[in-house]
């Protein structure tokens, strides 16, 4: 194999996981300015979790985008939780990863709607560590997160996700989506200065991540 060949491959793979540590990094700072919202800790990346989640990305690639997920798994646990995660996967395209945590957080508006449930597993204050995987099949994109410790539970719901008032300024738009499960095409409004910088951050993440991918093919 020729010299340019592998440092061609050393390059891709630089690039690959170039990427990877970026999205990890916006998913975790989408989840932490929403949960600040709520006067929550924040949340760190945890390796382990994230190498799990890339691992159950690729399955879910493998079996043609069958995927499970557990948030309702504990909701009406009384006793010690065994499991060590909750898990939450969005489907989607045209869009970027972290509209996805967007898309969960608006379900806070739908207590009667079991998606309700997504937005109270990345808000849970006793989950502290944060596990995230993206895979892709042709257009559409599976976006795998892990919270740790698991969360969800009725019992404890009220000192975990407290109640927070909604203020002009940093209103989000609700989802109206009460139908069956599909794939994501982001359309929901922006407003307010938090969402024209995290626009501009995933601008800037994304021509980044453009000119590592552009110099890895140009060696």
Known sequence: MSIKIILFLIAIEVCNQTFGIGLRSLILEAHNRRRAKYGNQPMVLDEDLCTECSEYAEEIVRNDGVYTENYLEY?????????????????????????????????????????????T????????????????????RYLVVRYAPPGNVLEEMASNVPKRPTTFWDTEHISGDHGSESTVRITFARNGVHNIFGNWLSFVTTLLNLYLCGTSRIL
Request: net charge positive.
């Open 75 to 119: 909701l009406y646990a009384t006793g010690p939780i065994t499991g060590k995660h909750i898990q939450v996967v969005c489907v989607f395209r045209d869009a970027l990863p972290r509209e996805c945590v967007r898309i969960w957080f608006h379900y806070r508006g739908f207590a009667e709607n079991t998606k309700y449930y997504r937005f």
């Open 121 to 140: 597993a990345m808000i849970w204050n006793a989950s502290t560590r944060l596990g995230v995987g993206l895979g892709r099949i042709q257009e559409t």
